[in-house]
């Protein structure tokens, strides 16, 4: 398997798997969770490879301060990226550890087996966790891109159905937006929207500089924007704003004659498939 | 100075009585379960039960709601609790901005007492968008509260 663009950047361990204090493994992410429930798919991923309950896996939120750059969360590549780099990181990190517990428990390695993050000889019966292994240190090991890898009969967790990851907070309104964000000194913005995709701002009423209350006008072309402290006030400056605007065109597509208008478009035709597409290597 | 009673508390609000109760609620009480979408009263993602009844808050100024029995998504009301659990269970989120709003309206529903069918479940979930496409996940859910889903 050739290294994702993901791992040639972060190639530690640490980079991805973190086993945390309270029992729990953190996953490190580049790729932000929209509802696509990637952290989900990430969570069983590291599960598996680490013989860990799907329930102590977190996936850490992304924040552009701290988190990985793999750059944009599109095109449907974050199970090929982020996904495959997790499985290898996962798959490295247990290896790590049951060379530990080997080392700790004195038994081979052939002899122990792991349940929930919990590692049995049974050689001699003897155990130790992922977590007294690590004592919150880190790996400081490289992924091994070669390292055996679960193979899928062996699963026990992926294909099992999970919990989405947040799910319930989101139900329950409580998962945070980025509109939810409180932040001091924070001011509440609102868009001036042209009636249409070809408006241009034609004029602004000048008075409407000595109207603001206090708001603010953002003008850049005919991109029009308005701010203020107070949430309502920006959506009532957003409205006078509007009404002191002329748009030129005025009109755009005439809603009656859409479809018409549509259909008389230069337009392309191409074949349907139907039955899927047939498996193809690819040529990298 | 309007008093509002949300979730069973009385506030005094300082916002002014023309505020919209959704600005109110999410910027003044910090209740931000409950969405702020399209503010004209066409997404549903502003809905709040009043009395009991399922409302849009994007609107109507908060003076209206004085003396109002106001609960919003965050409330554990036991409907609202039963409501949100068969939302988890049908994975009827994805996104999920739209979804308390839609909680909201079930809540209502059920609260109401009335016969529940597939009629009723379309007719309460109408005001409400959902641009995910989770609508089919959606329908899932509010059956399973009914009994009219079949199988379940």
């Known amino acids: ?23 729990c493994i953190t996953v490190r992410t580049g790729k932000v969770d929209i509802g696509q429930r990637i952290s989900t798919a990430l969570a069983l991923i590291a599960a598996e490879e680490l013989d860990v309950d799907f329930s102590r896996i977190d996936v850490e939120t992304v924040d552009t301060a701290t988190s990985l750059d793999e750059e944009y969360t599109s095109a449907s590549n ?24 080997s080392g700790t428990l004195g038994v081979e390695r052939s002899s122990l087996q792991v349940d929930d993050g919990l590692v049995t000889s049974l050689a001699t019966n003897r155990s130790i966790t992922y977590w007294e292994l690590m004592e919150g240190l ?51 913005a609102r868009l001036v929207r042209p009636p249409h995709y070809h408006a241009r701002v034609a004029t602004i009423d000048e008075t409407i500089y000595s109207r603001l209350d206090g708001g603010y006008l953002l ?27 002329r748009w030129w065109p005025e009109r755009g597509l005439d809603a009656r004659d859409v479809f018409q208008r549509l259909t008389a478009e230069p337009s392309v035709s191409l074949p349907e498939r139907r039955g899927g597409f047939r498996r193809t290597r690819s040529t990298v | 100075m309007t008093s509002l009673r949300v979730n069973g508390v009385s506030h005094e609000i300082r916002s002014d ?3 919209p109760l959704v600005c109110v ?51 554990t009301d036991p409907t609202l609790l039963r409501v949100c659990a068969a939302f988890v269970a049908a994975g009827a989120a994805q996104c999920g901005y739209c ?28 005001p409400h968008l959902c641009r995910c496409g989770t609508h089919m996940r959606i329908l899932r859910a509010a059956r399973s509260l009914t009994g009219a889903d079949g199988a379940q």
């Open chain 1, 138 to 188: 880190p790996f400081a090991v490289a992924i091994d891109p070669a390292v055996p890898l679960k193979p899928p009969h062996q699963y026990r967790q992926i294909g099992r159905q999970v919990l989405a990851k947040d799910l319930i907070e989101l139900v329950r309104g409580g998962a945070p937006f980025v509109h939810d964000m409180h932040m001091p000194e924070m001011l509440h």
């Open chain 1, 219 to 245: 003008r850049d072309g005919s991109f029009v924007a308005v701010a203020a402290e107070d949430e309502f006030r920006a959506i009532r400056l957003a409205q006078r704003v509007a009404s002191a605007i």
């Open chain 2, 17 to 19: 009585a023309s505020t």
């Open chain 1, 78 to 101: 974050s199970i090929e990226r982020s996904g495959n780099a997790v499985r290898l990181a996962a798959a490295t990190a247990r290896g790590r550890l049951l060379e530990l517990a």
């Open chain 1, 1 to 23: 398997m050739s290294l994702s663009e993901s791992l040639e950047t972060y190639r530690c361990v640490d980079d991805w798997i973190v086993v945390a204090p309270n029992r």
């Open chain 2, 99 to 126: 979804i308390p709003g839609m909680v909201i309206a079930l809540t209502a529903l059920l609260r109401a007492g009335a016969v529940i069918d597939e009629q009723a479940i379309r007719a309460a979930l109408q």
């Open chain 2, 25 to 75: 609620l999410r910027n003044e009480l910090r209740l931000t379960g409950t969405k702020l979408g399209c503010e004209l009263e066409q997404c549903g993602a502003c809905a709040v039960l009043v009395d009991g009844v399922s409302t849009l808050s994007c609107v109507a100024p908060v003076g209206q709601f004085e003396g109002r029995d106001i609960h919003t998504i965050e409330h």
